[in-house]
């Protein structure tokens, strides 16, 4: 099933904020992203339809084991390469945010080639 950049975002920010924090809101989702509750909530509303997350009554979200296997990966994905352009010189920040971008697009094949070069 291919899913959206922004949803690959949402359940790496819950998964984030999961081993940050314990437990994960909506809210925690709209001021860790900077993104308004409406579209939290959408977005929300798609994953759990999609069977990505739950949300128990008290709107607690809890990643599925499809949502955790995709924030996983991103979350892979994202500390590595900023890790590694960081190696190369770019500046942290810089770093994380090309990372941010280049995790949805990268293909498994050049992402494994990579990991196996740097190591």
């Given at each position: 099933?291919?899913?959206?950049?922004?949803?690959?975002n949402?359940?790496?920010?819950?998964?984030?904020?999961?081993?940050?924090?314990?437990?994960?809101?909506?809210?925690?989702?709209?001021?860790?992203?900077?993104?308004?509750?409406?579209?939290?909530?959408?977005?929300?509303?798609?994953?759990?339809?999609?069977?990505?997350?739950?949300?128990?009554k008290?709107?607690?979200?809890?990643?599925?084991?499809?949502?955790?296997?995709?924030?996983?990966k991103?979350?892979?994905?994202?500390?590595?390469?900023?890790?590694?352009l960081?190696?190369?010189?770019?500046?942290?920040?810089?770093?994380?945010?090309?990372?941010?971008?280049?995790?949805?697009?990268?293909?498994?094949?050049?992402f494994?080639?990579l990991?196996?070069?740097?190591?």
């Open positions: 099933m291919q899913i959206h950049e922004s949803a690959e949402y359940l790496e920010t819950i998964l984030i904020l999961r081993k940050r924090n314990g437990q994960v809101r909506s809210i925690d989702i709209a001021t860790e992203l900077s993104v308004s509750k409406p579209s939290v909530s959408v977005a929300m509303k798609n994953l759990r339809t999609n069977g990505y997350i739950d949300v128990d008290d709107g607690y979200i809890t990643l599925l084991d499809t949502g955790k296997k995709i924030a996983e991103m979350y892979e994905r994202h500390t590595f390469l900023t890790q590694w960081t190696t190369l010189g770019v500046s942290p920040d810089t770093a994380a945010e090309d990372a941010c971008k280049i995790e949805h697009v990268i293909s498994e094949e050049t494994h080639a990991k196996k070069y740097v190591k």
